[in-house]
């Protein structure tokens, strides 16, 4: 069971968003909030843990930017996906680099919403192509690795950087899920990254990610 806090400004969406997840019978919705600093107030007093925070960017008294910090820092084990009507680039570079697992749009399907979840839960990044494409203009190359990524290493890393799963990498690249497992070990050695959501922010610094 994956223990969902939904936090948005408006009820109305907020309903919706519930009815969209009680749907799902692995989803269990644990809490809501409209705004930031009562987010964080509920979140102090859950009688139940919480898996996936859902988040607005834009919510009054403490706005999602700086919720999101707030979790991080408090519940490091906590996984934040930001909502939003906005591909701003400047909120979704600020997010990755605060440590969110996700970013999806308001404008995507309810089964992209769950997926998303499901997605981040089990521990890999969700970031799309349209949210890639926005902070893709505000990162420049800075990192090199210990030794240059063989062609194979580049393939896979724009794929982890797209959102692809293990399964869904090995099927486009038609290698097996260990191979690209290993090949996904060998990048986070050469690149000094701990996990994948450093590797798609490495893809995205670095120009992989092909738009």
Excluded: W
Excluded at 7 to 20: P, S, V, W, Y
Excluded at 151 to 160: F, G, N, S
Aim: proline share 4%.
């Amino acid at each position: 069971m994956i223990n969902v806090f939904i936090a948005d400004d408006h009820q109305l969406f907020l309903d919706g968003l519930r009815a969209i997840l009680e749907v799902d019978k692995a989803i269990n919705i644990v809490g809501e909030a409209l705004d930031g600093e009562a987010l964080l107030t509920k979140m102090e007093s859950a009688t139940e843990p919480i898996d996936v925070v859902v988040l607005d960017v834009m919510m009054p008294k403490l706005n999602g930017i700086e919720a999101a910090k707030e979790i991080v820092e408090q519940y490091p084990k906590v996984k934040i996906l930001i909502i939003s009507m906005s591909n701003e680039k400047n909120y979704i570079v600020n997010l990755m680099d605060i440590g969110v697992s996700g970013y999806i749009l308001k404008n995507k399907s309810k089964e992209n919403l769950i997926h998303a979840i499901h997605q981040v839960y089990s521990g890999k990044p969700y970031f799309g192509l349209d949210i890639l494409s926005a902070a893709s203009a505000k990162r420049e190359a800075v990192d090199q690795p210990t030794e240059p990524l063989t062609k194979r290493e580049k393939e896979v890393l724009c794929k982890i950087g797209e959102g692809f799963t293990t399964k869904e990498i090995a099927n486009q690249l038609n290698i097996g899920p260990n191979t690209v497992n290993t090949y996904r070990r060998n990048l986070l050695l050469k690149l000094n990254k701990p996990n994948d959501k450093h590797l798609v922010r490495y893809a995205i610094k670095n120009g992989f990610i092909k738009l």
